[in-house]
């Protein structure tokens, strides 16, 4: 295998999909693997000391709020994308489901096959430039740097300099910043923030409520003019969404928590109305709303300011 087709092999993992629920599990998996690659450890990495914990971990904050998540999963289904390999796997004992017994594969490794790893230390960037395309596959561009963090690698800061064929993905529209902060006449949908420098915007960004890394449409009833902080927020579930009758309202995840003023950014919002733009054929559509909650919110969600 070469670069090339390591990198197109890459975006072409194949993800469990129902309907437009995420699946992050592979690619946090990969993700795990190519800061191991980066954190020169060695090719294989034990499930039960090296993987399962750190994977759950990851799963659980940059994952679908989920009751449990089942970091074994992804460790056991990569193989089949020519990307993994787990020596001595058929030895492993089944249950009568075919699933192979926690208590041993704890005690099994999995990694990257040879000559992949090989290719992977030979040429480091090539770890950072994967590593970019699975964030830019699965992941809204505010949660890159933390994900990145969290696995060990460091930043891409070159344009790859051979295209990867195999994927498609809906590029950007590069007009839908422009039309949502115009659609919210340049103000932050939950706090009104508006701060410019001369004639810049200072922190006012347009967030995507379906993320475009999970299939959402850069239009304007998927966006949502928000300042930097909210717009995170949004992102990593803090800050959620609800239709109610004609109103959008804000929900605030019960799971955040600060000592300082800041905190308020967020508690002073809970059950407010969002300010949705004038024009109704701009508004967020519900459907949009629905899945971020589903997907990305964090619940449960605290109680409104009565
Ligand atoms: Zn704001």
């Given at each position: 295998m070469d670069r090339v087709e390591f990198l197109d092999r890459i975006g072409g993992i194949k993800i469990w999909k129902k309907g437009n629920r995420r699946?992050?599990?592979k690619p946090l998996l990969l993700l795990l693997a190519l800061g191991r690659v980066?954190?020169?450890?060695?090719?294989?990495?034990?499930?039960?000391?090296?993987?399962?914990?750190?994977?759950?971990r990851l799963l659980s904050r940059f994952g679908p709020p989920r009751k449990g998540h089942h970091p074994e999963e992804p460790?056991?289904?990569?193989?089949?994308?020519g990307l993994w390999e787990i020596p001595g796997y058929e030895q492993i004992p089944k249950s009568v489901a075919g699933r192979p017994r926690l208590v041993a594969l704890r005690e099994s490794k999995g990694g990257f096959p040879e000559g992949l790893y090989d290719l992977l230390r030979s040429d480091q960037t090539l770890a950072i430039e994967a590593a970019q395309e699975i964030l830019d596959g699965h992941f809204p561009r505010s949660l890159h740097a933390d994900i990145r963090d969290a696995v060990g690698i460091p930043e891409y800061l070159h344009r790859r300099s051979?295209?990867?064929?195999?994927?498609v993905r809906e590029p950007r529209d590069p007009r839908f910043r422009h039309r949502v902060l115009r659609a919210y006449e340049r103000r932050c949908a939950v706090c009104d923030f508006d701060v410019r420098i001369e004639d810049q915007l200072l922190g006012l960004e347009a967030a995507h409520i379906m993320w475009h890394a999970a299939g959402g449409p850069d239009t304007v009833k998927n966006g949502l003019a928000m300042c930097s902080f909210h717009h995170k927020a949004?992102?990593?579930?803090a800050l959620g969404l609800?239709?109610?009758d004609e109103e959008i309202r804000v929900l605030i995840s019960s799971e955040v928590s600060g000592r300082s003023a800041g905190i308020r950014q967020l508690l002073d919002y809970r059950g407010a109305q969002l300010r949705i733009p004038r024009n109704r054929r701009d508004e967020p559509d519900c459907g949009f709303v629905e899945w971020h909650r589903r997907e990305v919110f964090r619940e449960p969600a605290l109680d409104?300011?009565?």
């Open positions: 699946a992050p599990h980066y954190g020169d450890k060695d090719r294989l990495g034990s499930y039960g000391g090296d993987i399962e914990d750190r994977l759950r460790f056991t289904r990569l193989p089949s994308d051979e295209p990867v064929k195999q994927v949004l992102d990593v579930g609800e239709c109610v409104a300011i009565s």
